[in-house]
């Protein structure tokens, strides 16, 4: 009677198992002949696809000054809540204020593009380049000055 039951397990097992092995032999096959997905990073550059947001920058007019007038829309709309903007009295007639403080915290960021989208006067962009790294915690805060150098 045992002998019977340990050869029935013993062919069902093998009925279970020689699919599922030829299965994954045909998955591993099928895979072994595409395209590869990794790079060899500093000889071969990843291009980014369209519409990728990367790292912030704000941007500058024609005469050069920063276009942010400190109207704290972009602090608003941001669900990670990683901006923070002081804003001042502005020097030029053409302006209310402008931002003394202008801080995005990186570490927060989800990338969303939601401060992007809120800002009034365009601003702030989310450019395609990838997202450095940093040693430290507030290398990834990201200041005013940092903002308009890229």
């Avoid at 302006?95 to 202008?102: G, L, S, T």
Wanted: one cysteine or more; aromatic letters at 8%; hydrophobic letters at 35%.
């Amino acid at each position: 009677m045992g002998m019977t039951l340990k050869k029935a397990w013993y062919k069902l097992a093998i009925k279970l198992y020689i699919p599922a092995a030829i299965n994954g032999m045909r998955y591993t096959l099928g895979r072994v002949f595409r395209k590869k997905a990794t790079l060899s990073y500093p000889e071969e550059v990843h291009v980014p696809r369209k519409g990728y947001r990367g790292e912030h920058r704000l941007k500058k007019d024609e005469v050069g000054r920063m276009k942010c007038v400190a109207c704290l829309m972009c602090q608003t709309a941001c669900p990670a809540e990683c901006i923070q903007i002081v804003g001042a009295p502005s020097p030029w007639p053409d302006r209310e204020k402008i931002p003394v403080v202008f801080n995005i915290d990186m570490l927060k960021c989800i990338y969303c593009g939601m401060c992007e989208e809120a800002c009034p006067c365009d601003a702030i962009e989310l450019t395609p380049t990838f997202t450095k790294v940093a040693t430290t915690r507030e290398e990834k805060i990201y200041d005013i000055n940092k903002l308009l150098s890229r």
